[in-house]
């Protein structure tokens, strides 16, 4: 670990002026950065402690909720307002990591927590999201746990979070505030696709500080399921992962959000998917073709085209479960 200066904030503002300067990071629970800078991937000159800010969560309107980038996972999950509004969403954050790494680690964190690929952390082979313009030697190397969807040359990671998948599905919007003032960017414009500049992986500017997440109201989602699919039941990354809400009128579908995990640089919306099935009837045919259609542009690598036909069998499996609990 390299030496950094160490700077608690006290509020939002000074935390902006302070992670403003060159060479600064904001550091939430700790439990993906601090990794990073034992590594020495991360280098950080100065520190910005924002842990002891927005730590509450709100009311929004009409029975939304904004959650405080300082909120911990752990009450994140166990609040009421939430295992009852938006129960995906408690179900993603329990099925990540541990009791104790979610105890630390903060909402605004887990957004911005970097992928967990093997090859990013070892500097003994190249990654153009460790050194751009270096190479990518997953893409002929192991990739059982790469992308399915989204990689480019460039870079073949996955995004980590759980939650990230879960709140892609609720349309989440994440607010931020910087030397420019305060902006929203919907989950899904918040994190990058690889594209030729893997290392940019939000579209946070300089400074930038994510104080909050929004979840507009969405009475679907009392009925919503989170499934994750991984090599262990417990603190393991997902292989696959689908979160999904669904509103049925009568045997039709009348609204449905779909989002896939463990396949992406980012979290993944199935949008093609959604429109297959809205309008539709709620039928295990229909399903079936709701899964190919957000696969379509599946590309797997040479070890893990067994995610296409798992994403396949999680998404249908899942619709059903939310078909059966909406009749």
């Known amino acids: 670990m390299t030496p950094f200066r160490y700077e608690a904030a006290c509020?939002?503002?000074?935390?902006?002026?302070?992670?403003?300067?060159?060479?600064?990071?904001?550091?939430?629970?700790?439990?993906?950065?601090?990794?990073?800078?034992?590594?020495?991937?991360?280098?950080?000159?100065?520190?910005?402690?924002?842990?002891?800010?927005?730590?509450?969560?709100?009311?929004?309107?009409?029975?939304?909720?904004?959650?405080?980038?300082?909120?911990?996972?752990?009450?994140?999950?166990?609040?009421?307002?939430?295992?009852?509004?938006?129960?995906?969403?408690?179900?993603?954050?329990?099925?990540g990591a541990s009791g104790q790494i979610r105890n630390m680690a903060t909402v605004g964190g887990n957004i911005m927590q970097r992928t967990r690929c093997l090859y990013f952390f070892d500097d003994a082979v190249r990654c153009n999201k460790r050194e751009p313009g270096t190479g990518c030697d997953a893409i002929d190397g192991f990739t059982r746990n790469?992308?399915?969807?989204?990689?480019?040359p460039a870079c073949v990671a996955t995004h980590p979070s759980d939650m990230c998948v879960a709140l892609a599905a609720l349309g989440a919007i994440v607010t931020v505030e910087g030397p420019d003032g305060v902006r929203?960017?919907?989950i899904m414009d918040f994190h990058r696709s690889p594209g030729e500049t893997p290392h940019i992986e939000t579209n946070l500017q300089p400074g930038e500080l994510i104080t909050a997440v929004e979840l507009p109201p969405l009475p679907a989602a009392t009925k919503s399921v989170y499934r994750k699919v991984g090599d262990?039941?417990?603190?393991?990354?997902?292989?696959?992962?689908?979160?999904?809400?669904?509103?049925?009128?009568?045997?039709?579908?009348?609204?449905?959000?779909?989002?896939?995990?463990?396949?992406?640089?980012?979290?993944?919306?199935?949008?093609k998917a959604e429109a297959t099935l809205r309008d539709g009837l709620a039928t295990e045919e229909a399903f079936q073709a709701a899964a190919s259609a957000a696969l379509t542009e599946a590309k797997p690598l040479r070890d893990n085209g067994f995610k296409v036909e798992l994403a396949r069998?999680?998404?249908?499996?899942?619709?059903?479960q939310l078909a059966g609990a909406a009749q």
């Open 11 to 95: 509020d939002t503002q000074g935390a902006v002026a302070l992670g403003s300067v060159l060479g600064a990071k904001y550091l939430g629970g700790g439990t993906n950065l601090v990794d990073l800078m034992r590594e020495t991937i991360e280098r950080p000159d100065i520190l910005v402690d924002v842990s002891g800010l927005a730590g509450e969560i709100t009311e929004g309107d009409e029975g939304g909720l904004i959650i405080g980038a300082g909120v911990k996972n752990t009450a994140l999950a166990a609040d009421r307002r939430v295992r009852e509004r938006f129960p995906l969403l408690a179900q993603a954050i329990l099925s």
């Open 313 to 320: 069998r999680t998404l249908v499996a899942v619709l059903g």
């Open 232 to 271: 262990r039941a417990s603190y393991a990354f997902a292989l696959v992962s689908v979160a999904a809400t669904m509103t049925l009128d009568g045997d039709r579908i009348k609204d449905v959000r779909i989002a896939l995990g463990g396949v992406a640089h980012k979290p993944w919306r199935a949008v």
């Open 184 to 186: 929203a960017l919907p």
């Open 146 to 152: 790469h992308a399915i969807l989204g990689a480019s």
